[in-house]
């Protein structure tokens, strides 16, 4: 099986501070995720109250069978043990690929230990680290990478 796995701040959306009213639907966004071939996840430090917010605002909330948050975690990435927690609370295995979307470069580094695909999302120049799989400077560029209809999104 294939999880796409998606950080939520600064990774499917930008923000400096969060006023729910200013998030836009992002249709070209839920094309895009939706299709991917797999089941799409959000793992974040943030609360479900913020996720399922900014989840609806964005109008991509049903293409993400769960929501795994830091209360259900009992932590925050980029502890390894948060990612095993939460590789129990998804049901992923070790025969499973895991790609991970994050803006943080330090959630990347504990995810590429645990063997996932790592995607950094961030218009900052970086350093070619070794932990990184890809590098984009925003979420549509990266999904757009992985899927093979993105000409049948409309911007």
Known sequence: MKYWIFDLDNTLYMTQNVIYEDIKKDYYLRCLINSLDGKKIIFTNATLSHAEAVLKQL???DLFYDIIDRNR????KPDIKIYKKFLSLSYINNTDKCIFFE???INLITAKKIGWITILISKK???NY???DYKFNDIHSAVEN???NSS????
């Open 125 to 127: 120049r970086n350093k």
């Open 130 to 132: 070794t932990f990184i």
């Open 73 to 76: 975690l009992g932590g925050l």
């Open 146 to 148: 992985f899927t093979f």
């Open 152 to 155: 049948q999104c409309l911007r």
């Open 59 to 61: 109008g991509i909330r």
């Open 103 to 105: 803006d943080n470069i």
